[in-house]
């Protein structure tokens, strides 16, 4: 028994480990997330206090003995005006939690939706099959910032996410910051998103959407208001110039390639626009949608077969010799 | 009893049948090596036409429902419709029609991509992967309904200039025989 209880206490343990970390609803990091975060433990707190009473109630009725054999047709008004009673308030209290229950997540919605009155920036999130394409929107044309896979914000403040997709339906998930909202194609969803703190939160799509959908993750990051203005100046530079022999190499072989049709690098001739931009690759974390860490040997094996790490996925495999490789590698890895 | 079991039997053999479908060969070509075509070296043929060098490449992909609309997509994504507006026509000529230029096979077509042509079609060659060239050959065909109907990309979701590929009169009979 004492032994039972200890490997219930160990698992629950290691499942409640889960509970937070990067990516938790139950361990909210921004307004919206705590709004549901309270929902999530009202409501199962709630339910399980009724539940266990239900049980107990069954229970004690079952073990309860009969008592004497009555004759069916008597009726003993006293115990049915007992019955009539329970019946009638059990079922007035059950509409009761219900509609309290409707009302609070009633103003929870409410209050997510009033969320963001005054956001300072708006970010248009567009969901691709198996990828997503963050596009900083700005009056100025020479302002507007295209990156992929990774969102940063200032930290502490209302940030608004547009959400549209252009093949299927995708789902935003940040479930540290906020709930799930859908990306679908032809329809324009909108949020905001606001990080109480600094920190790296991770988001994963939501609804499933072919082949990839588990390897569809992003990471959004807040920062302190300073150091993402000076991360945004930094990515509206162009793409850094090649340093060595081997990443100029790099560049033409680039540029010379397939690569071309599908990925911009801003400040080369590259302007394909239906793949990642990639500008500053080796800036980000994460490489193909947080399928791998960002390293050289990741661009490697990305490069020379995407299909087996990520079967379906929209890049093709192409045909370049190992010196090739090591010289797009090169290129790659310095767009910092 | 037995009767019974070999009833069932039989209902499973049906529907296991219905597990087969259309392989997907998202990496049909190896990471290393050369699987391109041929080319023709010269330019007379018996009974007139052009010269054309068959490829393994074309049968695997002419009838593949999952390359058409791979090419498909790939139409758009390398914007072939700047010149060819969605098969239209345009700056080049039109791909819906049944005049072919350099012929309708699947082969001509992946060459005209590959190799590019006189007068404004350009050259692919190291832009476009062997594969996703063939790929686009095999949709090319299939936009003047020279695909079957089984294999042909569906209608898209927004608007279409065009009946879906799948719909053009030809695609219902192709590849059966009269």
Redesign the interface.
């Known amino acids: 028994m004492r032994r039972g209880l200890g490997w219930i206490a160990a698992l629950s343990g290691s499942i409640l480990a889960g509970c937070n970390g990067v990516q938790s609803a139950l361990d909210p990091k921004g307004p919206a997330a705590d709004e549901l975060a309270n929902l999530i433990w009202l409501f199962t707190v709630l339910c399980a206090v009724i539940w266990v009473l239900v049980m107990a109630v069954l229970v004690t009725i079952m073990l309860r003995r009969r008592q004497r054999r009555i004759h069916p047709l008597h009726v003993d008004q006293a115990s049915e005006r007992t019955v009539s009673r329970v019946v009638i308030s059990a079922v007035a209290a059950t509409g009761i939690v219900l509609v309290a229950l409707t009302l609070l997540s009633f103003f929870a919605n409410r209050t997510l939706a009033g969320v963001g009155e005054d956001a300072v920036l708006t970010i248009r999130l567009t969901g691709q099959q198996w990828w997503w394409e963050v596009k900083y929107e700005n009056a100025e044309p020479s302002k507007i910032l295209t990156t992929a896979n990774e969102i940063h914000i200032p930290a502490g403040e209302q940030v608004r996410l547009v959400l549209q997709s252009d093949d299927v339906i995708h789902s935003f998930w940040v479930p540290s910051l906020h709930g799930k909202l859908d990306l679908i194609p032809g329809v324009v969803n909108s949020l905001t998103l606001k990080a109480d703190k600094p920190g790296v939160y991770r988001g994963q799509c939501a609804e499933f959407c072919g082949l990839q959908h588990a390897h569809m993750a992003m990471l959004v990051i807040a920062q302190p208001r300073a150091d993402f203005d000076a991360w945004y100046a930094d990515q509206l530079r162009d793409a850094a110039q090649p340093l060595t022999e081997e990443q100029s190499t790099g560049r033409d072989l680039f540029l010379d390639r397939p690569c071309v049709m599908c990925h911009r690098i801003q400040g080369t001739t590259a302007g394909g626009t239906t793949g990642p931009d990639l500008t500053h690759v080796a800036s980000r974390r994460t490489l193909a949608a947080g399928t791998l860490q960002m390293s050289r040997g990741s661009l490697a094996a990305w490069i020379a077969d995407p299909q087996s790490i990520k079967w379906g996925a929209k890049m093709p495999v192409m045909n370049l010799t190992g010196d090739e490789l090591n010289a797009i590698v090169a290129y790659l890895e310095n767009l910092k | 009893m037995r009767r019974l079991a070999s009833m069932l039997l039989l209902c499973l053999a049906f529907a296991a049948a219905g597990c087969q479908r259309e392989e997907?060969q998202?990496?049909p070509?190896p990471?290393?090596?050369?699987s391109e075509q041929g080319v023709p070296v010269t330019t007379l043929a018996p009974g007139g036409g052009s010269p054309l060098l068959s490829d393994a490449k074309a049968a695997e992909f002419e009838a593949n429902a999952f390359q058409l609309s791979e090419g498909k997509?790939l139409f758009s994504?390398?914007n072939c419709s700047g010149c060819h507006a969605n098969g239209g026509g345009g700056m080049g000529p039109a791909l819906m029609d049944d005049k072919w230029i350099y012929g309708d096979s699947i082969e001509a077509i992946h060459a005209s991509i590959r190799d590019g042509r006189p007068n404004g079609m350009p050259s692919f060659r190291?832009?476009?992967?062997?594969?996703?060239i063939w790929e686009l050959a095999a949709f090319v065909r299939s936009l003047s309904g020279k695909v079957p109907s089984a294999a042909a990309p569906n209608r898209n979701?927004?608007m279409m200039p065009h009946p879906a590929e799948n719909r053009l009169p030809g695609a219902a009979t192709e590849g059966k025989s009269p």
């Not at chain 2, 190291?126 to 996703?132: A, E, M, S």
């Open positions: 997907r998202t990496r070509q990471s290393l090596g050369d997509r994504w390398y190291n832009h476009i992967p062997d594969d996703q979701d927004d």
